[in-house]
Structure formats: structure tokens, C-alpha cells
């Protein structure tokens, strides 16, 4: 129905940023659908946590543990970005973008972020 693509994860050193982006597509009546898209991360042994999201109007959402040095963007529901600044280490981990539909959510591959140091 719908696909999630992820790009922009790699190593960096602490204190510098990356950026995430990730489109979705597939059928156009289901991602016409999509009323949240999402940024999670899992780092090894630990449970996948939400680090940002963003509703069809517009309206952002962080982590605590995030807030004030990521950003996230949308683009006409169909794409959605990750600004990550003053990385540190323990930001390291995978990154998945998540669009829901519905009751149904829809996951991005997943992209490692390493922040060294």
C-alpha cells in the first residue's frame, strides 16, 4: 500500500548534525491518507522509542531527549525530514521513518546514525 523510503544516516562526530529525509509512496489514495509521519530510533538492546513526529497540520512533536536540536519537516504529507544538530553519542542508533494510515503504520528500512566521540 504505502512505502517508506529512509536516506541522510552516516557517521559524524559529536557536536554535528545530519539530515534525515524519507518519501513515501505507493497508491495515491492511500497516501493521501497519511495523517502522521514519524521519526523513531532504535539503538541495540533497547526498545524503539518515538523522537519526533508531525500531523498533517503541521504540528511538531519531541522527545525530550531531542528537543531544541532536532527538527522536523514535512512536505505535503508525502515526504518528511529530519534536521539533527549537536549530535552526540547518544544519539547513535537506527533511524525509522513511520507514516500512519489509519490504524495501519507504515515503516521505513531504517538508517544507522553513528555519532563518534
Known amino acids: 500500500q504505502v512505502q517508506m523510503v529512509e536516506s541522510g544516516g552516516g557517521l559524524v562526530q559529536a557536536g554535528g548534525s545530519l539530515r534525515l529525509s524519507c518519501s513515501a509512496s505507493?497508491?495515491?489514495?492511500?497516501?493521501?491518507?497519511?495523517?502522521?509521519m514519524a521519526w523513531y530510533r532504535q539503538a541495540p538492546g533497547k526498545q524503539r522509542e518515538l523522537v519526533a513526529s508531525?500531523?498533517?497540520?503541521?504540528?511538531p512533536n519531541y522527545a525530550d531527549s531531542v528537543k531544541g536540536r532536532f527538527t522536523i519537516s514535512s512536505d505535503n504529507g508525502k515526504k518528511v525530514y529530519l534536521q539533527m544538530n549537536s549530535l552526540k553519542p547518544e544519539d547513535t542508533a537506527v533511524y525509522y521513518c513511520?507514516?500512519?494510515?489509519?490504524?495501519?503504520?507504515?515503516w521505513g528500512q531504517g538508517t544507522q546514525v553513528t555519532v563518534s566521540e
Open positions: 513511520n507514516a500512519n494510515i489509519g490504524r495501519f503504520d507504515s
Open positions: 505507493g497508491s495515491i489514495f492511500y497516501v493521501n491518507l497519511i495523517n502522521v
Open positions: 508531525i500531523t498533517r497540520g503541521g504540528s
